[in-house]
C-alpha cells in the first residue's frame, strides 16, 4: 500500500481555448519513510504539483490520495515549506513557530507546548534567534525557521517546495546537510521539488525527474542506491553518483526537455548592392542587379 | 544615542537628529549643512510669510478697520489666555464660595438638603477647542468602529465588496454641509431622552464627521485586506485557522499598515469637516466660535477668527503627527512611512 499515491493527475488553467494543461498524466506513489526528490525545469509546474499534493488546490483529473484516503483541502498533516518561506512577518522566530503549535495541538498544556516549540528551533539552531523577526534574519535563517514550523506540526509528510532555490551555494550546502541531519533522526517521508540534480541525489532515496511543460509529466525514476551518510566531498567521486546524475539530466535533456519546433518564414531581401569604389561611377552600375530576391529561412526554437 | 535617534526618528522628529549626531561629534560640516537645511530652510520661509503678512495688515483696509497682521493677532491670543486664566479663577472662587456657603447652610438648617450648583461662565476659547476634540473624537470612533469592520469584510469578499462599491462611489464625495441638514433631523426625531447625556449639537456634529471620515478608512482597509500575500493566507489554510483566528492572526495584523493609514486619513478628514459641521451645528467647538466671532463684527473679530486658524492648522498637525507615530508603532516594515 502507498503512502501517498496520484493517480493519472492532471491540472491546467484557464478555459477552453486558451486552456493549458501544465501537468498531464501524473502518477506517482511514494512509500512511508521514504525521501523522494522531484527534478525539473523552472516553469515546468512543479509548484502546481506541490500545492496539488498539498491540497492547497484540486487536481483537474486524477486523485491525490494520503493513506488511501483523498485529499481534498490542505491540512497539517501535509506541512509544506515554500521557497519564500511563507513567514508571518509581524510575528517573531517563537511566535512563527507557536503559531502552528497553537493551532494543531491545542489540547496540550501550555508547558507541553512551549518544550516542543523551542525543541524545533534548537532543531534547526536558532535558539539564539528566538525573538527576533523574519527581517531581521538572512534567507538562510529564515528558511530554517520554516522548516521548524513545518517539523512541529508534526505531519504524517513532509513538503519542500524548492526550499534552498533563493539561497547563496554556501547556505544551501548547510542547509542540505540540516534537512539530511534532521531527516536521519526522525525519517519522516518528505517530498522535495528541485531544480538541482546534485541536491536530489545528496538527500533523496528516489529521483523522478519531471518533464519540460506544457503538459509536464514524470519521466522513469531513479533509484539512489548510495549509502548514508552520504558524503558531499565523496559524492562527487562516487562512481555511482556520476551514473545517476547522468541518467537524471539524459532524460532532462533528451526526451523529457523542451520539444524543439522549427518555424519556416520567407523572407524578402531588401535590394541592396555592394559598390565597387575604386571603380568611377556609371548610370549603369546604380541600379540593383537583384530585385525582390526571396530567400527561405528555418529557426529553431525551444 | 543612537536609540535615541531612532525614537526621534519614529517620532517624525527628523529635524532634531542633527543636533544629537552634533553631540556626538559626527561630522559637524555635514550636521550643521543638515540644520540649515532642516530648520534653517523652514525659519526662512516662516519670517517671508509673516513679512508678507504684516505687508498685505498695513495695506487692506475692511469694514470694521484694518486686517491685523502677526503682532496684532499674537497680542490677541495672549488677550484668549488671559481672559481663560481669568475664567479658571473666578470658576474657582466660585466652588471655593459655594462650599463656605454650604458650610453656613447646614450649620443652620441640620439635615436640609442643599443643592449643588455648577459654574455656569461663558466657555472659554480653551474650553472650546477641548469640545471640538472631544467631538471629533466621537466621530472618528465611530467612523474606525464602522469602516473597519466593513472594509475587513469587503476586502475578504467580493461580492459585498461589489455590494458596498455604489455607496462608497456614491457618498464620498458629498460635503458635509449636505449631510448635516440631515444628520440633525434625524438627531432630533431619534434623540430625546428627559435627561440628555449629550447635546443635540454635539451628537449632530459628531455624527456628521463620522459620515465624511468613514470612506478612507473603508478604503484602505479593503485594500489592505484585499492586498495581503497569499502565501499568508496558504499558512492559514495550511494550518486549518477558523474563520475568527484567521481574521484576528493572518488578516489583521498583514493589513494594519494600511488600515492604519485609512484612519489617519480619516481623522484629518474629520477634522477638517468638524469645523464645518460645529458652525452650523452651534456645537460650543472651534468652529461656532469662527462663526460667532464673524457675526459679532468687533475690531478684534479678525485677530481671533485668525488664532482660531492656526490653532485648528496646529491641532490638526498634531493629530496627524500622533496617527503617524501609531502607523509606524504598528507596521511590521516601518521604514516606508512619512
Same mark, same amino acid.
Given at each position: ?22 501537468? *498531464? ?48 483541502? @490542505? ?30 495541538? @491545542? ?8 518544550? *516542543? ?96 511543460? @506544457? ?13 548514508? @551518510? ?6 562527487? *567521486? ?19 526537455? *523542451? ?44 | ?13 527628523? =529635524? ?97 438638603? =442643599? ?63 449636505? =449631510? ?62 477558523? =474563520? ?95
Amino acid at each position: 500500500m502507498a503512502f501517498l499515491e496520484l493517480k493519472n493527475v492532471s491540472k491546467g488553467y484557464g478555459l477552453g481555448a486558451k486552456r493549458a494543461e501544465v501537468l *498531464h498524466g501524473i502518477n506517482l506513489s511514494i512509500a512511508e519513510g521514504e525521501f523522494v526528490a522531484i527534478v525539473g525545469y523552472s516553469g515546468a509546474g512543479k509548484t502546481t504539483l506541490m500545492s496539488l499534493i498539498a491540497g492547497l488546490q484540486r487536481p483537474d483529473t486524477g486523485t491525490v490520495a494520503l493513506r488511501e484516503e483523498e485529499v481534498k483541502e @490542505p491540512s497539517p498533516d501535509r506541512a509544506i515549506v515554500f521557497q519564500n518561506y511563507s513567514l508571518l512577518p509581524w510575528l517573531s522566530v517563537y511566535e512563527n513557530v507557536a503559531l502552528a503549535v497553537d493551532e494543531v495541538f @491545542p489540547s496540550w498544556p501550555r508547558e507541553k507546548r512551549q518544550e *516542543h516549540i523551542l525543541k524545533y528551533i534548537a532543531m534547526v539552531n536558532l535558539t539564539p534567534a528566538r525573538d527576533k523577526k523574519p527581517r531581521e534574519l538572512s534567507g538562510g535563517m529564515r528558511q530554517r525557521v520554516s522548516v521548524a514550523r513545518a517539523l512541529a506540526m508534526n505531519p504524517r509528510i513532509l513538503l519542500l517546495d524548492e526550499p534552498l532555490s533563493a539561497l547563496d551555494a554556501l547556505t544551501r550546502a548547510t542547509l542540505q546537510d540540516e534537512i539530511e541531519r534532521i531527516w536521519e533522526s526522525d525519517r519522516k517521508t518528505v517530498v522535495l521539488i528541485t531544480n538541482d540534480v546534485d541536491e536530489g541525489i545528496l538527500l533523496a532515496d528516489r529521483i523522478i525527474p519531471l518533464s519540460a511543460g @506544457p503538459r509536464a509529466t514524470l519521466g522513469p525514476e531513479v533509484k539512489v542506491d548510495i549509502e548514508r @551518510p552520504r558524503n558531499r566531498k565523496e559524492l562527487n *567521486h562516487d562512481p555511482r553518483f556520476k551514473e545517476i546524475r547522468k541518467e537524471v539530466i539524459g532524460y532532462l535533456l533528451g526526451a523529457g526537455g *523542451h520539444q524543439k519546433k522549427s518555424l519556416t518564414r520567407k523572407l524578402v531581401l531588401p535590394d541592396v548592392e555592394p559598390e565597387d569604389l575604386s571603380k568611377p561611377r556609371s548610370m549603369m552600375s546604380g541600379r540593383p542587379r537583384r530585385k525582390g530576391e526571396e530567400k527561405s529561412e528555418t529557426v529553431e526554437v525551444s | 544615542m543612537s536609540a535615541l535617534i531612532q525614537t526621534f526618528e519614529n517620532v517624525g522628529l527628523n =529635524w532634531f537628529i542633527p543636533f544629537l549626531r552634533l553631540l556626538r561629534g559626527e561630522s559637524p560640516s555635514e550636521q550643521f549643512r543638515q540644520i540649515l537645511l532642516n530648520i534653517g530652510v523652514p525659519i526662512l520661509a516662516m519670517l517671508i510669510f509673516l513679512g508678507a503678512w504684516s505687508w498685505v495688515a498695513g495695506h487692506v483696509k475692511v469694514s470694521f478697520g484694518s486686517v491685523p497682521g502677526p503682532a496684532a493677532v499674537w497680542a490677541q491670543a495672549g488677550v484668549m489666555w488671559d481672559a481663560y486664566r481669568a475664567d479658571r479663577a473666578s470658576e474657582a472662587e466660585f466652588y471655593v464660595k459655594q462650599a463656605e456657603k454650604k458650610k453656613t447652610f447646614l450649620a443652620e438648617n441640620p439635615g436640609g438638603t =442643599w443643592k449643588e450648583r455648577k459654574y455656569s461662565g461663558a466657555p472659554t476659547y480653551i474650553d472650546q477647542i477641548f469640545t471640538s476634540l472631544k467631538t471629533v473624537f466621537a466621530g472618528f470612533l465611530i467612523a474606525a468602529f464602522v469602516a473597519v469592520p466593513l472594509g475587513i469584510i469587503c476586502g475578504l469578499s467580493k461580492v459585498f465588496n461589489n455590494a458596498m462599491n455604489p455607496f462608497i462611489q456614491l457618498f464620498k464625495p458629498v460635503s458635509p454641509l449636505a =449631510w448635516l441638514p440631515i444628520v440633525m433631523i434625524m438627531v432630533s426625531a431619534l434623540y430625546n431622552p428627559k435627561d440628555p447625556m449629550f447635546e443635540k449639537s454635539f451628537i449632530s456634529s459628531a455624527f456628521t464627521v463620522a459620515l465624511c471620515s468613514l470612506w478612507p478608512a473603508l478604503i484602505n482597509t479593503s485594500l489592505g485586506v484585499a492586498q495581503i500575500d497569499n502565501d499568508y493566507l496558504n499558512v492559514a489554510r495550511v494550518l486549518k485557522l477558523g =474563520w475568527w483566528k484567521k481574521i484576528t492572526k493572518i488578516v489583521i495584523p498583514s493589513a494594519l499598515p494600511l488600515i492604519f493609514t485609512g484612519l489617519r486619513l480619516s481623522l484629518g478628514v474629520g477634522w477638517m469637516v468638524l469645523i464645518a459641521a460645529e458652525m452650523l451645528a452651534q456645537n460650543p467647538g472651534l468652529g461656532k466660535f469662527v462663526w460667532d466671532m464673524f457675526q459679532n463684527g468687533s475690531s478684534d473679530t479678525l485677530a481671533q477668527i485668525m488664532v482660531a486658524v492656526f490653532t485648528i492648522g496646529i491641532i490638526g498637525f498634531i493629530l496627524d503627527r500622533i496617527m503617524m507615530i501609531l502607523q509606524r508603532a504598528v507596521s511590521f516594515d516601518n521604514a516606508t512611512i512619512r
